[in-house]
C-alpha cells in the first residue's frame, strides 16, 4: 500500500456479545478533513443505550469525568483509580481492530492469551521503519 493511503482502517464496526446477555455496537469513522463519528449502542434486558445518555441531565458525561478526577487528585472527594477500567477499554478496542483486521471472532479469552507482537525492534528518531502492510481479512492473521 501506498504512503499516501496509509495502512490502518479509518472506519470499523464492532459488535460485542458479552456473557450476561448485554450486547455492543460500536461503530468508528475517522476521515481527514470529512465528518467524524465514533458512536455506541448498547443493549440489555432493560433497554438501550447510547451510553452518553447515562449521566445526570445536562451534564456532558465526558466533562463530569474529569471533574470527578481532579476532585479525586486534590482531595475534594475520594480517591478514583481507574485503571483497571482503562486496561479493559484498551484491550476491548485491540480486540476489535484484531477482529475486523483478521475478519475472525475473537474473544476475551483469545485477546488475553494472545502472541501479537507490534512492538518495534529498535527505537530512537534517526531509526527508519517501514510501516506495515495493510491489513486484509482472510489474509492478516491473529496471533
Same mark, same amino acid.
Given at each position: 500500500?501506498?504512503?499516501?493511503?496509509?495502512?490502518?482502517?479509518?472506519?470499523?464496526?464492532?459488535?460485542?456479545?458479552?456473557? /450476561?446477555?448485554? =450486547?455492543?455496537?460500536?461503530?468508528? =469513522?475517522?476521515?481527514?478533513?470529512?465528518?467524524?463519528?465514533?458512536?455506541?449502542?448498547?443493549?440489555?434486558?432493560?433497554?438501550?443505550?447510547?451510553? /452518553?445518555?447515562?449521566?445526570?441531565?445536562?451534564?456532558?458525561?465526558?466533562?463530569?469525568?474529569?471533574?470527578?478526577?481532579?476532585?479525586?487528585?486534590?482531595?475534594?472527594?475520594?480517591?478514583? /483509580?481507574?485503571? /483497571?477500567?482503562?486496561?479493559?477499554?484498551?484491550?476491548?478496542?485491540?480486540?476489535?481492530?484484531?477482529?475486523?483486521?483478521?475478519?475472525?471472532?475473537?474473544?476475551?479469552?483469545?485477546?488475553?492469551?494472545?502472541?501479537?507482537?507490534?512492538?518495534?525492534?529498535?527505537?530512537?528518531?534517526?531509526?527508519?521503519?517501514?510501516?506495515?502492510?495493510?491489513?486484509?481479512?482472510?489474509?492478516?492473521?491473529?496471533?
Amino acid at each position: 500500500m501506498a504512503p499516501r493511503y496509509g495502512n490502518i482502517y479509518d472506519q470499523m464496526t464492532s459488535d460485542f456479545i458479552y456473557p /450476561n446477555g448485554v =450486547r455492543l455496537s460500536s461503530h468508528c =469513522r475517522q476521515y481527514r478533513r470529512a465528518s467524524n463519528d465514533v458512536s455506541d449502542l448498547i443493549v440489555g434486558s432493560k433497554g438501550r443505550s447510547a451510553g /452518553n445518555d447515562l449521566a445526570p441531565k445536562g451534564i456532558d458525561s465526558q466533562v463530569q469525568e474529569h471533574i470527578d478526577f481532579i476532585d479525586s487528585i486534590l482531595g475534594r472527594k475520594p480517591y478514583i /483509580n481507574q485503571a /483497571n477500567h482503562i486496561a479493559e477499554s484498551t484491550v476491548t478496542c485491540i480486540m476489535a481492530r484484531e477482529s475486523a483486521y483478521s475478519g475472525t471472532t475473537i474473544t476475551w479469552h483469545q485477546i488475553m492469551s494472545s502472541k501479537q507482537d507490534l512492538m518495534p525492534k529498535e527505537f530512537g528518531y534517526e531509526v527508519k521503519m517501514k510501516p506495515a502492510p495493510l491489513p486484509v481479512p482472510g489474509e492478516y492473521k491473529f496471533v
